[in-house]
């Protein structure tokens, strides 16, 4: 998520603090967590995702294109299949 500061858009004020409590209560609950922050490229990535040819975003800086939320849950599949493969392979 993004707002306009002057000229750019900048990722939302305090949407990382959030993100940090959110993974730091999820791991003390013994749960796991997927960063979907880190996986579309962190700082200020919303930009390309709406710049992207096609729009992975839509241009409110906030929400998926209906390809970016398919490229969504393909990052989040990939992410969870190697986790259960590499914990399958420590299990050996």
């Known amino acids: 998520m993004s707002i306009k500061e002057g000229e750019d858009y900048v990722t939302r004020p305090y949407l990382e603090d959030v993100r940090d409590a959110m993974k730091a209560n999820t791991l003390a609950q013994g749960a796991v967590f997927w960063d979907m922050y880190d996986a579309m490229g962190g700082r200020n990535s919303m930009v390309s995702w709406v710049q992207a040819d096609p729009p992975l975003a839509a241009e409110d800086y906030t929400h998926f294109s ?27």
């Open 66 to 92: 209906p390809l970016g939320a398919r490229k969504v849950g393909e990052l989040f599949y990939t992410a969870l299949i190697d986790a259960y493969a590499d914990h399958h392979a420590a299990q050996q």
